[in-house]
């Protein structure tokens, strides 16, 4: 008899292994926070069973890159540059600690409602930000946003640096990593300086990349090459994180393959702000990493990975032309193992397979919109979490063996409080932003 902390009951795993196993009817059994058994009617004796027949029972989702930002629904519906100049730079250099610990409540909450268990940082504030993390019990990596050019700059290289030496590798589920925020607001030098940091600590850089195709003009013309190139040039393409992906060359492709750098799709984001469209398939293909992520709430508007992955595939599908690219078990990858290759905790999380850390999503299929649902030779599990599913039928959310939210109720962060602390953040910093004139 197997002792266990916790054992699922009955769900239909969707293990999301290198063979895309699903598992009709079976049972995850959890010890110190690790998976140590899967399979059909496991003999196991826990503290705590969970019954999740009619539910599928996933890997946490991986939102690879997003920022825990507040000012959500405001100044809409404009380019990135304008966006960025009109929105994102003056609320940025008005940002205040007390801000963005409400922001990362807000996001912290719509992460664990909506199956996220990991999420990629890049944002301000971080020392007041991972307190926020260790109660709220997900997993993250924290990379202070740093820039060179732009009103809205993010902390200094101190106090970067101090941040990232203090946090790197130090606790169980919080990584920290650097952000220089991007090839057309980040020198040379800020870059070198990313790259000696992250190596001197052992940890990696993250940074947006060949988002638009105004940043690969800007580039091109101030340093004759792309910013791939540039970036290889430098010497900071190794083992980089690059969000967005989306103007990439066959060249940059393999450059990025060869330095072992990843990729984040981000469809949503790329979309509402008329980016372009990321060559997902061809990337995959060169060997790079992909993940996918939400961008942040400004961008996107919510943190939801399943409707994430659905309009990945959506998005190739309508661009191509072709109906089968992307399905549903690739776009379910990109949310799991996907993003966990992506930022380099493959061995960890990412699937449910013995030994890796239990980071679980619990999926009802039991309403309306997600019948009929086959289980067996006919499993049509993954298409319906991809197509049909949507955050609200997330019933529980488990990271590393601890529930964060037990039947929708959630049990490490006070909704109440942040609901409060949101309202006030939102009302002082929409103050400080120059008046709205409509875009032309
Ligand atoms: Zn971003």
Redesign the pocket.
């Known amino acids: 008899m197997l002792s266990a902390d916790l054992v699922l009951r009955g769900g239909s795993v969707v293990t999301m292994d290198a063979a895309g196993t699903v598992l009709p009817e079976a049972d995850v059994a959890v010890a110190d926070g690790a998976i140590v058994a899967v399979g059909a009617a496991l003999e196991a004796e826990a503290a705590r069973v969970l019954d999740v027949r009619g539910c599928a029972v996933t890997p946490g989702f991986v939102n690879a890159?997003?920022?825990q930002c507040l000012l959500r629904g405001t100044k809409e519906d404009r380019p990135l540059e304008t966006w960025l100049d009109e929105l994102c730079f003056p609320m940025e250099h008005a940002l205040q600690p007390s801000h963005t610990v409400a922001a990362a409540q807000m996001n912290q909450i719509e992460m664990i409602r909506s199956g996220t268990t990991t999420f990629v940082d890049?944002y301000r504030h971080l020392s007041d930000i991972a307190p926020i993390v260790d109660r709220s019990g997900l997993r993250a990596v924290l990379a202070p946003q740093i820039m060179d050019v732009g009103n809205g700059r993010g902390e200094t290289w101190e106090e970067a640096e101090d941040f990232v030496r203090a946090w790197a590798g130090q606790h169980p589920r919080i990584d920290a990593w650097v952000g220089p925020h991007a090839p057309y607001t980040v020198h040379a030098e800020g870059y070198l300086r990313a790259r000696r940091l992250a190596d001197e600590v052992g940890t990696r850089v993250m940074t947006?990349l060949c988002?638009t195709r105004f940043e690969v003009e800007e580039v091109t013309r101030r340093e004759g090459v792309g910013p791939v190139e540039w970036l290889d040039r430098l010497g900071v393409l190794d083992g980089l994180l690059g969000?967005?992906g989306v103007w990439l060359s066959d060249d940059d492709r393999e450059r990025l393959a060869r330095r072992g750098a990843s990729i984040v799709h981000?469809p949503s984001?790329n979309m509402k702000l008329a980016s372009g469209v990321a060559e997902v398939g061809k990337a995959k293909e060169a060997g790079v990493a992909v993940g996918l992520?939400t961008?942040?709430v400004l961008?996107n508007n919510n943190l939801d990975m399943i409707e994430e992955a659905r309009l990945a595939s959506f998005l190739q599908k309508v661009t191509l032309g072709d109906a089968t690219a992307l399905p549903a078990a690739e776009a379910l990858r990109l949310a799991t193992m996907g993003g966990a290759e992506a930022i380099g905790m493959a061995d960890r999380i990412g699937s449910i397979e013995v030994g890796k850390r239990a980071d679980l999503v619990v999926i009802s299929l039991e309403a309306a919109h997600m019948w009929p649902v086959f289980i067996g030779e006919q499993t049509n599990i993954v298409e319906q979490i991809v197509y049909s599913a949507s955050a609200a039928d997330v019933r529980h959310t488990i990271v590393d063996g601890v529930p964060l939210m037990l039947d929708r109720e959630l049990l490490t962060l006070d909704e109440a409080e942040a609901s409060e602390a949101v309202r006030r953040a939102a009302a002082d910093l929409i103050g400080t932003l120059p008046p709205t004139t409509p875009y032309q």
Do not use: L, V
Request: aromatic share 0%.
């Open positions: 890159h997003t920022h890049m947006h988002e969000a967005h981000n984001s992520g961008d942040s961008s």
